[in-house]
Every structure is written in C-alpha cells, then in structure tokens.
C-alpha cells in the first residue's frame, strides 16, 4: 500500500512540475482564433466515436523544425490539405512544454469521441533559441542526441477547448530516472483493457532506442502504469493501427520503416524483413490511416533526408505490396497554404465537426481545394 500512495504522489508531482506557471489560453494578441487550454473538459451527453458513415473529413497533425511548435491542417478528400491557422502554429511549443518545444505530434480517437494529441518535449535548437546554455538538456555523452524526459499529453472533444499536461516520464517512475529520452508518443485505445494506452520510444542513458507502452487516466494527464516494453526488436517512432483482427506495427531502424504484425496489442509482433518505404534516403515517422469509403491504407512518413524535407506517401491494400504516391506537392497528395510539415498523423472527422473547425478558422477548404 505504501508502494502504491508513494507511486501516486510521484505521479503527482511530476505532473505538478511541470504544468504550474503555463499559459492557459493560446488565442493571439491580434484577435485570431485560437485554441483553449483549459483545466477540465466536459463531456458532451452524446460524445461516442463516430460510426463509419458520418466520417467525411480528415485531420491532419505535424510540426515544423523552423518553430518547435505543432499545426493542424484539414482535407475534405484526403488528397489535398489545408492548414488552418495560415501555416501559423496552433500549438506553441514555448508554452507548452518544459523545453520550449513540441514535436512528433500524433492525434488518435477515443472511445468517447474525444480527441488525444501527443507530443515529444524537445527543442533541438534550445540553446540557438536562448532556453538554455547548452546544446542539450544533458550531456550528450551519458544521454545521447536530443534528450529529454517529458511527454505532453492533450485532450479535446471540438478541437478547440484542451486539457494539458506536460508529464515527465523520469518523476513519475524513478525506476526510468535515467532515461535518455521520451520521444514520439502515440496513443491507441485497448479494447481489452479498456483503457487508452501511450507508446513511445524510450532510450535508457545512451544506450538503443526501444518502444515502451503505459495506460493513462480518463482525463489523459498521465501515466497510470510503469512503461514496459512492446516490441522485441529495436527501433523509433512506432505506430499502431488496428486493422479487421491484426494490429499492424510500422518502426523505424536505421533510418528506415519496416512492418511487423501481432494479434494482440502489447506483444507477439512478428517483423518482415524488407524496407517498406521506397526512399532513397532517410525516413522516420510513419503514420497509417484509411480512405474513407474504400480497404485502402496510406503510409504517411517524414522523408527528412530529402533537401527540402517533404512528406511521402505510399498506399496498400493488402500489406503486402505499396503504390508510392509521391512527396507533398509533387504527386497527387497536395497542400494549399503550407509546406515542408514534419512527423505528422492524420485522423478522420465527422461532417459536423469538420465544418465547425473550418467555420471557427474562417477558411473554405472546398474553394481552396478546387
């Protein structure tokens, strides 16, 4: 029992930390729309996931390197985006997170329809920003490149009004007080459990990167459970999509994305040898999502070896075999107000829900779109 209030009151703290002192609201001093944060949502008497037939839209979720900061951008057909605030950042990484910086952003449904965004804790250009005196948070010697230690967790049912909560990982679990890093958090739902369910990577000291997963609380602020590794091999950047009875894996190892398969959630995955993307060069953040209306599958990912970086895309139907689909702007997938977005994710949106963001934005994705 002692165990367990002692476990409680890390948890607590490490929450307390981190979140005192930020920024409750992010709307602009010019009067622009913005989002919300706010200490506790209310859930909406009817708030369920939406049924298959009133999808309609997508939502798509990236970062930029040049701001360390979050955007989110809508399609109404999958193909051509357009981001809502201008290709201005929605999310500021300087109030939001303990290093000034988000990145990695991934945004998942619920059960309860409510949306859940997460983000790394990191501003690689920190000291050129003047958040701090050094290159990294620690030395790059014992903690390796980019370290840090806090994952931001957010929750909304309109995609305007958020909870926030900026967790660190090594405060709520001493038993990860050396972590080199918290990167790429992503969240499913586990049916099983009936819980949402966190996965990130996670590299101890400067050793290999592995990914770990943990159950939040109902009001996703935090980690219930101490993180325990998911997938065997090593790797970054994992994301997980369940597919009919199959959960699909897509990491990332030496630059490169690789597929692996499980029947269940947490454990099993077995992995395919071959490269899936067809890049040349090095890749990094795979997300999958579905064409509505059709048992097609995209592949996004963050071709960040290219000069520019773009986004790829590559589409399948069976998992086996992938129709490359080009580079932002440079195939069939377009955007309209914005370039070069990073290590993104794209979820679907009702109608209803779609017009209301595109309405409180004030933009017109089906002229832009034309």
Same mark, same amino acid.
């Given at each position: 029992?002692?165990?367990?209030?002692?476990?409680?009151?890390?948890?607590?703290?490490?929450?307390?930390?981190?979140?005192?002192?930020? !920024?409750?609201?992010?709307?602009?001093?010019?009067?622009?729309?913005?989002?919300?944060?706010?200490?506790?949502?209310?859930?909406?008497?009817?708030?369920r996931m939406p049924k298959e037939k009133?999808?309609?839209?997508?939502?798509?979720?990236?970062?930029?390197?040049?701001?360390?900061?979050?955007?989110?951008?809508?399609?109404?057909?999958?193909?051509?985006?357009?981001?809502?605030?201008?290709?201005?950042?929605?999310?500021?990484?300087?109030?939001?997170?303990?290093?000034?910086? =988000?990145?990695?952003?991934?945004?998942?449904?619920?059960?309860?329809?409510?949306?859940?965004?997460?983000?790394?804790?990191?501003?690689?250009?920190?000291?050129?920003?003047?958040?701090?005196?050094?290159?990294?948070?620690?030395?790059?010697?014992?903690?390796?490149?980019?370290?840090?230690?806090?994952?931001?967790?957010?929750?909304?049912?309109?995609?305007?009004?958020?909870?926030?909560?900026?967790?660190?990982?090594?405060?709520?679990?001493?038993?990860?007080?050396?972590?080199?890093?918290?990167?790429?958090?992503?969240?499913?739902?586990?049916?099983?459990?009936?819980?949402?369910?966190?996965?990130?990577?996670?590299?101890?000291?400067?050793?290999?990167?592995?990914?770990y997963y943990s159950y939040t609380d109902?009001?996703?602020?935090?980690?219930?459970?101490?993180?325990?590794?998911?997938?065997?091999?090593?790797?970054?950047?994992?994301?997980?999509?369940? =597919?009919?009875?199959?959960?699909?894996?897509?990491?990332? !190892?030496?630059?490169?994305?690789?597929?692996?398969?499980?029947?269940?959630?947490?454990?099993?995955?077995?992995?395919?040898?071959?490269?899936?993307?067809?890049?040349?060069?090095?890749?990094?953040?795979?997300?999958?999502?579905?064409?509505?209306?059709?048992?097609?599958?995209?592949?996004?990912?963050?071709?960040?070896?290219?000069?520019?970086?773009?986004?790829?895309? !590559?589409?399948?139907?069976?998992?086996? !075999?992938?129709?490359?689909?080009?580079?932002?702007?440079?195939?069939v997938m377009k955007t309209t107000n914005?370039?070069?977005?990073?290590?993104?994710?794209?979820?679907?949106?009702?109608?209803?829900?779609?017009?209301?963001?595109?309405?409180?934005?004030?933009?017109?994705?089906?002229?832009?779109?034309?």
């Amino acid at each position: 029992m002692k165990k367990i209030i002692s476990q409680a009151l890390l948890i607590s703290l490490a929450l307390f930390i981190i979140t005192e002192g930020f !920024s409750q609201t992010d709307k602009g001093d010019s009067g622009k729309p913005g989002i919300v944060i706010v200490p506790e949502l209310h859930k909406p008497g009817k708030a369920r996931m939406p049924k298959e037939k009133k999808l309609a839209g997508y939502l798509m979720v990236y970062f930029k390197d040049q701001t360390q900061s979050a955007y989110m951008a809508v399609s109404h057909d999958g193909y051509t985006f357009t981001d809502l605030n201008g290709g201005e950042p929605i999310f500021d990484g300087t109030k939001l997170a303990e290093q000034k910086g =988000v990145r990695d952003p991934h945004i998942a449904r619920g059960p309860d329809g409510a949306f859940y965004l997460a983000m790394t804790d990191l501003h690689i250009f920190g000291q050129r920003a003047g958040h701090r005196d050094t290159q990294w948070e620690r030395p790059q010697e014992q903690y390796g490149w980019g370290n840090n230690r806090a994952i931001v967790l957010m929750k909304s049912y309109d995609l305007i009004h958020w909870t926030h909560s900026d967790f660190r990982v090594d405060k709520a679990f001493p038993e990860l007080g050396d972590i080199g890093c918290s990167w790429a958090p992503e969240t499913i739902y586990d049916d099983q459990k009936g819980k949402m369910m966190v996965y990130f990577t996670i590299r101890v000291g400067n050793g290999d990167c592995h990914i770990y997963y943990s159950y939040t609380d109902d009001a996703f602020t935090r980690l219930e459970t101490m993180p325990v590794r998911l997938y065997d091999g090593g790797g970054i950047d994992g994301d997980i999509t369940k =597919v009919k009875d199959k959960y699909h894996l897509f990491i990332v !190892s030496d630059a490169k994305i690789f597929h692996a398969v499980s029947d269940k959630l947490t454990q099993g995955y077995i992995s395919e040898p071959n490269r899936i993307d067809p890049e040349k060069v090095s890749t990094e953040a795979p997300n999958l999502f579905r064409r509505l209306g059709t048992d097609r599958w995209v592949l996004m990912y963050d071709v960040y070896g290219a000069r520019p970086n773009n986004m790829g895309f !590559s589409e399948t139907a069976d998992f086996v !075999s992938y129709t490359h689909l080009g580079h932002c702007n440079e195939g069939v997938m377009k955007t309209t107000n914005f370039e070069r977005p990073k290590h993104g994710a794209v979820t679907h949106l009702t109608m209803k829900e779609l017009k209301a963001i595109t309405d409180y934005w004030n933009i017109d994705i089906w002229q832009e779109n034309k």
